[in-house]
C-alpha cells in the first residue's frame, strides 16, 4: 500500500442510510416526451383514417360469387399455331431435278404440278417392261380367240348331232304309220328305228363332250382374263412410276421448304416441299409429364389472346414424352379461326382438366383479394340489397391455379369483393354506392 493511499474502511455500517433521491424533474420530463409521441401517433392514425373511407362505387369494385362444384385443375402449357392439315412432299424414285415450276411460298391447288423429275434408267426400263407385258397380253388374247373357236365347233357339232337326231325319229315316225297300213316292208322300219336309236347316241356323246369341254373353256377362258387383269395393272403401276416424275400438290394450299435446284440429284424418299392447307389453323402444345394421366381427347382449352380469350379442345394426344413433354394437338372453334392468328404464333393456353376424383365443394374465383385474405383470414362479404359489406371471418382450403377452395364462413351464392384490400384499411363495413354522386 503507498503512503499517498487512504485507507478505505470496509464495514456494513452504511447499509442503512438512505438511498439518494431521483431526479423528478428528470422523469417528469420523459413522461410528458411519451405522452406527446402518444398524441402524433393518434394524430397521424386519425390522419391516416381520414385517408381510407368507408364508402366506396360500386363501379370500381371487382365483385365474385362464391360457387360449388369441383376444384378443377388447370394445365398451363405453351402452344404455337400451326396450319389445320399439312402434307409433305417426297421423292418417289431417285431422280434429277428437270424442271421447278412454283416458288416457296407460292399458293397451289390440289393437283397442280410443283416440279419435273427426271430419270431415264427408268424410263428405259418401264417401256421395255410395258412391251413385254403387251406381247404377253397379246399371246393371252390369241389363245382366247382359240379357245372361242374351239367353243363354236363343238356347238356346231352339237347343234349337228341334235338336228340328225330329229329327222331320224320323224323318219321312223312316218314309216311306223306307213308299215301298219301295208305300204312299206318291216325291213324299211327297222333301218328307220336302228337310223333313229344312232343319231340319239350321237347326240348324247356330243351333249357329254360339250359339257366337258365347257367347263375347261370357261376355266382357261377365267384364268386368261386374270391373267391379262394383272399385266394390264402392271402396265398401269408402272406408269405410276413415271407419273410420280411430275411432282404434284397434294392439296390446296402454300408450297413451303421448297428449295429445288435444277440438275440437283434426289434420292427416293428425300423430302422435296411441304404444302400447308391455305384455310384453317389448330395449336400444338408441349405439356410436362406429369400431367399425361390427367389430359385427355375431348378435353376443353382456353387460350389465351392478347385482347381477350377462346376455346378449343383437344383433338388428339400424342403421348411419347420427349424431353419430360408430350404433345397435343388442339382445334380451335370457329370464332377463334376467324381470328388473325399467324401460323409459327406462341400462345398460352390452359387445359382445364376437371378430375373425377374431385369432390363437390365451394370456392371463389382468385383475384386482387386473395393477398389479403389469406394473411387476414376475413373477406368483405356483399349484402344481399348490395348497399354494404362486411368483414367476415372465412377458412380457405384447397387451392388449384385459378380458384380457392372455401372450407368456411361463406355459403353458396354469397358476393364478396375480390378487389385489393389495402385500399379499404380493414374497416369491418364499407359502404357501397350504387351510383357516380
Known amino acids: ?22 431526479n423528478w424533474a428528470l422523469r417528469r420530463k420523459a413522461a410528458i416526451q411519451a405522452i406527446c409521441a402518444i398524441a402524433v401517433l393518434a394524430a397521424a392514425s386519425l390522419l391516416i383514417g381520414a385517408r381510407v373511407t368507408s364508402t366506396v362505387e360500386q363501379k370500381n369494385l371487382l365483385i365474385e360469387t362464391v360457387q360449388q362444384g369441383a376444384l378443377d385443375s388447370v394445365i398451363p402449357a405453351r402452344a ?33 404440278p410443283i416440279a419435273r423429275l427426271s430419270n431415264p434408267g427408268l424410263e428405259v426400263e418401264v417401256q421395255r417392261y410395258e412391251a413385254t407385258a403387251l406381247e404377253q ?29 330329229q329327222k331320224a325319229r320323224r323318219e321312223r315316225a312316218k314309216l311306223t304309220s306307213l308299215e301298219a297300213e301295208g305300204f312299206v ?3 324299211m ?14 347326240l348324247d356323246l356330243a351333249r357329254s363332250q360339250w359339257a366337258d369341254a365347257s367347263k375347261r373353256l370357261h376355266e382357261k377362258t377365267a384364268q386368261a382374263d386374270q391373267q391379262a387383269a394383272r399385266l394390264e395393272q402392271a402396265i398401269r403401276t408402272n406408269h405410276k412410276l413415271l407419273d410420280a416424275l411430275e411432282i404434284r400438290a397434294p392439296l390446296s394450299g402454300r408450297v413451303t421448304g421448297l428449295n429445288l435446284l435444277v440438275g440437283r440429284q434426289l434420292q427416293r424418299g428425300e423430302r422435296i416441299a411441304q404444302v400447308d392447307a391455305a384455310a384453317g389453323v389448330k395449336l400444338v402444345a408441349a405439356i410436362d409429364q406429369h400431367y399425361l394421366p390427367k389430359v385427355t381427347q375431348e378435353q376443353e382449352v382456353r387460350v389465351l389472346l392478347h385482347d381477350g380469350q377462346a376455346r378449343g379442345r ?34 398460352d393456353i390452359e387445359v382445364l382438366a376437371s378430375l373425377s ?11 386482387p383479394f386473395l393477398a389479403d385474405a389469406m ?30 377452395e372455401v372450407l368456411a364462413g361463406l355459403t353458396p351464392g354469397d358476393r364478396i369483393i375480390a378487389s385489393a384490400y389495402s385500399q379499404f384499411g380493414q374497416r369491418a363495413t364499407l359502404h357501397i354506392r350504387q351510383g357516380s354522386d
Open 1 to 22: 500500500m503507498g503512503a499517498s493511499e487512504v485507507p478505505r474502511i470496509e464495514s456494513g455500517s452504511r447499509m442503512d442510510e438512505p438511498l439518494p433521491r431521483r
Open 80 to 112: 404455337q399455331v400451326v396450319p389445320i392439315r399439312s402434307e409433305v412432299v417426297e421423292a418417289a424414285d431417285s431422280a434429277r431435278v428437270a424442271q421447278v415450276l412454283v416458288k416457296d411460298g407460292d399458293l397451289v391447288e390440289e393437283g397442280q
Open 137 to 165: 397380253i397379246g399371246a393371252i388374247r390369241a389363245s382366247q380367240i382359240s379357245l372361242e373357236r374351239l367353243r363354236a365347233d363343238l356347238e356346231n357339232s352339237l347343234a349337228q348331232a341334235d338336228h340328225a337326231a
Open 185 to 187: 316292208s318291216k325291213q
Open 189 to 202: 322300219l327297222d333301218d328307220a328305228v336302228a337310223e333313229e336309236r344312232f343319231a340319239s347316241s350321237r
Open 314 to 347: 383437344i383433338t388428339r394426344v400424342l403421348p411419347q414424352v420427349q424431353q419430360g413433354r408430350f404433345q397435343v394437338e388442339i382445334e380451335l372453334d370457329k370464332a377463334t379461326q376467324m381470328r388473325s392468328l399467324q401460323r409459327g404464333q406462341q400462345l
Open 357 to 367: 376424383e374431385e369432390r363437390e365443394t365451394l370456392f371463389l374465383e382468385q383475384g
Open 375 to 404: 394473411q387476414s383470414g376475413r373477406v368483405y362479404r356483399v349484402s344481399r340489397d348490395g348497399s354494404e359489406a362486411e368483414l367476415v371471418p372465412v377458412t380457405f382450403g384447397r387451392r388449384s391455379t385459378r380458384r380457392i
